[in-house]
């Protein structure tokens, strides 16, 4: 059974810094990884979609890593703003198209 | 562009009642998911359709059904409501073509309320 972890659960940074959010999966069989932003009490807004068969994407200030071999992810943003902060939900799709989400880590970036 | 269109957004009812939230798709999208977010949980799959026959199922209570009609839109029928039935319900669309990448589209979601 596919287990998705998110490492750190919380993270407090001040404007400008470069950060990296953390995602594990137990199975490497993945047709996709996705991450997400979250607002408080809001839907899901998609950030970056991984396929399997690449290493990374890239988005404006966001960066997003896929390595299958090791189980792992990284999201990184560039340049952290106030406006950036969420909460990031990585999601990994398995073999028949369901999404397994982590716990997310909620970010705060402090003016 | 059109997006993922739930309905109702927010819905208060009290145990024991009847709760029914809709989910209409991206135009062309013949998937839907729908998952189930709890108060500082992380979303978890409930049910997922495709092409109007249900194609996966989750931690999906015996209380609840679902159905995907004609038009590809998707009812999530709840009942004999409970106190722990209080979350954010999101429906996700997707397209199974060719062009598949995977990517699910996500509603703005539905919350429910149960007093």
């Known amino acids: 059974k596919q287990e998705v972890t998110q490492i750190p659960a919380a993270l407090s940074v001040p404007e400008g810094e470069n950060l990296v959010l953390n995602c594990s999966f137990t199975?490497?069989?993945?047709?996709?990884l996705q991450w997400f932003r979250q607002d408080p009490g809001k839907g899901l807004t998609s950030l970056l979609l991984i396929q399997s068969s690449q290493r990374e994407q890239t988005s404006g200030r966001l960066n997003a890593s896929l390595d299958k071999s090791s189980g792992r992810s990284t999201l990184y943003i560039a340049a952290s703003q106030p406006g950036d902060s969420a909460t990031y939900l990585c999601?990994?799709?398995?073999?028949?198209?369901?999404?397994?989400f982590g716990s997310g880590t909620r970010l705060l970036v402090r003016p | 562009a059109a997006g993922v269109i739930q309905s109702p957004r927010h819905l208060i009812k009290e145990k024991r009642e009847t709760a029914t939230l809709k989910c209409y798709p991206i135009?062309?999208?013949?998937?839907v998911y729908w998952y189930q977010q709890g108060p500082g949980q992380d979303p978890q799959f409930l049910i997922s359709f495709y092409e109007k026959m249900q194609s996966d199922k989750g931690s999906i209570p015996d209380r609840f059904s679902a159905q995907q009609f004609s038009d590809y839109h998707s009812e999530l029928n709840m009942s004999s409501l409970e106190l722990g039935d209080s979350a954010l319900y999101f429906c996700?669309?997707?397209?199974?073509?060719?062009?598949?990448?995977?990517?699910?589209?996500f509603g703005e979601g539905s919350r429910l309320t149960v007093l």
């Open positions: 999601a990994a799709m398995d073999s028949s198209y369901k999404l397994i």
């Open positions: 996700a669309s997707s397209f199974s073509g060719t062009l598949n990448t995977g990517e699910l589209f």
């Open positions: 135009p062309r999208h013949d998937t």
């Open positions: 199975d490497s069989a993945i047709y996709n």
